[in-house]
């Protein structure tokens, strides 16, 4: 019998004999000093009993994580089947994991993952029949796997390749330089890079990289990080005879990020200020030494995606009037707006990417959060769709104005991501590589449904079941969405859900407001003094699976990542009712003082400012760690974090579970798991992925089944 059918058979074992230690009885928390520490913010009292728990390395702060850690290992442990869970997650996840091939020079290159591996290798062929080569290993990094790979650019003539590196899943990277002809690394060793790839020179002398002073702060895990500039590096050279090529220091919300157009005729540097997708733009020559920077687009009225360069005439993605996305051309000779000529309109579903290969534009569109792909003559008109295989998202594109070729992946819900080769001249793709996997998804089937929300807007909701499903409420449903920052979730494939699917649970994705489903009016509609949208969306998806039948209340739990994990604290401080179980994962959970610590500022543009009496009073509403409320019973809540996640600190989560513990007032267990070596998410090495979502899935299942 195989690991998953034995889970199905034991999931019919009355839950009542397979309780686990400490269940059925309020648990015995580990014990969490209460402060008077009070605030006063725009005349109103705030209460932080918890401040201390910020002091992430202070002593007392290290016993509260080893109490914590030990109260959630012990009880996940003792969670019934969580270890065969665990084995057949590793089966899910041993399948060959292929990256969309990248051509320069005549070599291709592409990451690879034999399975298990705890992370991804750099492969390297001569041509796309040949050999495959191990260029880069990063599973020689630490023993653990926690030192990751987080980007790799090879040099247009296929030379060298720069890889940058973190340690412990931190947001800082290193970034070395690799000679792909003998093998070994140059002398080149780059430090305090974050937020950054690199842009290689046309002629493949150097590259351009955005980058900090060295954090001056007791600690620099927290301190804001502010003040990018962009730097030139030249190969074999030390850091320290980097060439500054861009700063404002009177602007230190300015993030900066460096592009070298395809003719190396140019440096585009598109400027955010902090999250938000509207931008500038500067561009300087690079056929002229101590050129001046031109400041090309000021307003940061809309989002300029920069596509390409042909002559004087610059191509830019924008949602500048027309919130789902066009392409335009603009004449840097005759730049007034009113001569910008528009090459692909708006049209009734969202423009993801547009990318310029052979004489063609090839971009990714969504139809109510399904990927489409159609290729455009240079003019702008249709040529042609391709035929994706289903229902699913395209991942990764690439291809440039050399290439007669483009790359993409696809995955669905239910099949992982295949990589297909489409010659633009062709009319149809052919697969490329695809991943061999014992499942059997003929069993499942995705549907794609549309709620109301509570002031009447309709919002789309992925439904991936059993197929022979039945509508009597008895189905535990786990619910799934993230809501903010432009970011449209799509289906794609997880070997943990797949697990949860094996068991006969449904997984549902609801592509609530503040995404990018639907262009920036839907991202808009889900920030600042709306962000509430976000909620009530994600509230009538909930009761929408409640009132059609496929799960219950005793039987549906929700998660969420990072601004994800914000959702579900706010949503089951709203309504701690609907909900057998809560996952918050890496949440921001203290939305007053979030942007205090490392990059936090910079999501005032989507959450809105605590310095702003009227946006304060719109956080302070709904912030999760300020709205939980004493004699309320919560759904058994499992919320994780790292103890060296840099980006949304883990004192969010810790502040957040202290407070969660002293108020629960019902039996269901609140445990917070503290990931050690580890960070936001990526870079995590696959051992510790497959342990978490195996402790996720087993008190899942065992706070949802009956």
Same mark, same amino acid.
């Given at each position: ?102 051509? +320069?020079?005549?070599? =291709? ?85 974050? *937020? ?91 056929? +002229? ?10 307003? *940061? ?22 919130? +789902? ?35 063609? !534009?090839?971009?990714? =569109? ?43 992946? !696809? ?73 903010? !920052? ?31 489903? =639907? ?15 976000? !909620? ?13 039948? =496929? ?107 202290? +407070? ?47």
């Amino acid at each position: 019998m195989t690991v998953a059918k034995r889970l199905i058979a034991r999931i019919l074992i009355p839950a009542a004999l397979l309780l686990p230690t400490g269940c059925g009885n309020r648990l015995d928390y580990p014990e969490a000093r209460k402060t008077e520490q009070v605030d006063i913010i725009h005349d109103i009292e705030v209460k932080d009993p918890y401040r201390w728990l910020e002091d992430t390395d202070s002593e007392e702060t290290q016993k509260w994580i080893e109490a914590q850690n030990l109260l959630s290992s012990e009880y996940l442990a003792s969670l019934p089947e969580r270890d065969e869970i665990e084995a057949r997650l590793s089966e899910l996840w041993n399948y060959e994991k292929f990256g969309v091939p990248v051509r +320069r020079g005549n070599r =291709y290159f592409y990451s690879y993952n034999d399975g298990l591996s705890n992370q991804n290798v750099i492969r390297m062929q001569m041509d796309l029949e040949g050999e495959a080569k191990t260029i880069l290993d990063p599973n020689t990094f630490s023993d653990d796997g926690t030192v990751a790979l987080t980007s790799w650019k090879v040099s247009p003539d296929g030379k060298h390749m720069a890889y940058g590196i973190s340690s412990g899943g931190s947001d800082w990277q290193e970034w070395k330089i690799r000679n792909l002809e003998t093998g070994e690394d140059l002398r080149d060793h780059l430090k305090w890079i974050k *937020f950054s790839t690199v842009s290689w020179k046309r002629d493949g002398s150097g590259f351009y990289y955005s980058g900090y002073g060295a954090p001056s702060g007791e600690d620099m895990m927290q301190d804001i990080n502010q003040a990018q500039k962009v730097y030139f590096h030249g190969l074999d050279s030390s850091q320290e005879e980097d060439k500054l090529v861009f700063e404002r220091p009177e602007f230190p919300e300015w993030l900066v990020r460096a592009e070298a157009t395809h003719d190396g005729s140019m440096l585009i540097l598109n400027i955010s200020r902090g999250s938000s997708s509207n931008n500038a733009v500067f561009y300087k020559s690079l056929n +002229r030494s101590n050129s001046r920077i031109v400041e090309f687009l000021l307003q *940061f009225d809309a989002r300029y995606n920069f596509v390409g360069k042909e002559g004087n005439r610059l191509l830019f993605q924008t949602d500048l009037e027309a919130p +789902r996305g066009r392409l335009i051309e603009i004449d840097i000779t005759d730049p007034a707006r009113d001569n910008w000529k528009t090459l692909i309109p708006e049209t009734e579903d969202t423009l993801e990417t547009v990318r310029m290969i052979d004489d063609r !534009f090839i971009c990714t =569109y969504l139809k109510d959060a399904a990927s489409q792909l159609k290729i455009f003559t240079r003019e702008g008109y249709l040529s042609k769709e391709i035929e994706l295989p289903g229902l699913g998202s395209v991942g990764a594109l690439s291809g440039g104005p050399d290439d007669s070729e483009a790359f993409y992946s !696809f995955s669905s819900f239910i099949t992982p991501p295949s990589i297909y080769r489409h010659e633009m001249g062709s009319e149809s793709s052919e697969l490329f590589r695809s991943p061999e996997l014992d499942i059997n998804p003929d069993q499942f089937e995705t549907r794609q449904i549309f709620c109301t929300s509570k002031d009447g807007t309709r919002v789309p909701i992925f439904i991936t079941a059993p197929k022979d499903i039945e509508m009597d409420n008895r189905n535990p449903a786990l619910l799934y969405g993230y809501g903010g !920052f432009n970011i449209s979730q799509k289906p794609s494939f997880s070997a943990s859900r797949m697990a949860w699917l094996e068991m006969g649970g449904v997984f549902v994705l609801a592509n609530i407001r503040g995404g990018g489903e =639907y262009g920036q009016d839907w991202h808009l509609a889900g920030t600042k003094l709306d962000k509430q949208n976000v !909620f009530d969306d994600f509230i009538a998806a909930s009761e929408w699976l409640i009132q059609n039948g =496929y799960t219950s209340r005793n039987r549906l739990a929700i998660e969420g990542r990072s601004n994800g994990g914000l959702l579900v604290g706010a949503v089951i401080n709203q309504r701690p009712d609907l909900y057998a179980a809560a996952v918050p994962h890496v949440g921001v959970m203290d939305m007053l003082r979030f942007h205090q610590f490392t990059i936090g500022w910079a999501w005032v543009s989507d959450y809105g400012s605590p310095d702003d009496p009227e946006e304060f009073q719109a956080l302070y509403a709904y912030s999760p760690y300020h709205n939980l409320k004493e004699d309320t019973e919560y759904p058994a809540t499992l919320i994780t974090t790292a103890d060296h996640d840099d980006r949304v600190v883990p004192l969010h989560s810790f502040k957040y579970a202290a +407070r969660m513990q002293e108020v629960q007032d019902g039996n269901d267990p609140v445990l917070i798991r503290i990931e050690t070596r580890a960070g936001h998410g990526a870079g995590k090495p696959t051992s510790m992925r497959i342990e978490e979502a195996a402790d996720v899935l087993a008190f899942i299942r065992y706070h949802c089944f009956e």
